[in-house]
């Protein structure tokens, strides 16, 4: 069993930058292919960013492909999305999870709200 955390959302200004991180807890964190989702009001939640165990390998939604960046580091249990160039299409809950099996994520956190003003 794994417990997220997520924290570093807040209110920003288009163009500007925030960095959010995902606390887990357990001590079976570094196994797990991470991945960072968002849900917009009125919306499906969405898939943002993946990163595999090793955080060798990561993956990104196109919409955010080179503004966000997803990084791990397993010696703390911490999985990061640093996202730059905010646009107010960005605003949204962000969360993270676990992946549990191929393309199935589960462990939700209970989300970080995301506003980006134009």
């Known amino acids: 069993q794994v417990q997220l955390v997520e924290s570093g959302g807040g209110l920003v200004q288009a163009g500007g930058s925030l960095r959010l991180s995902c606390a887990a807890s357990g001590r079976t964190f570094s196994s797990y292919n991470m991945g960072w989702f968002r849900q917009a009001p009125g919306k499906e939640r969405e898939f943002v960013a993946a990163i595999s165990w090793s955080g060798g390998s990561t993956s990104y939604a196109d919409s955010v492909k080179g503004r966000f960046t997803i990084s791990r580091v397993n010696a703390k249990n911490t999985v990061y999305l640093q996202m730059n160039s905010l646009k107010p299409e960005d605003t949204a809950v962000y969360y993270c999870?676990?992946?549990?099996?191929?393309?199935?994520?589960?462990?939700w956190g209970q989300g970080t709200q995301v506003t980006v003003s134009s």
């Open positions: 999870a676990a992946e549990l099996a191929r393309g199935k994520y589960g462990y």
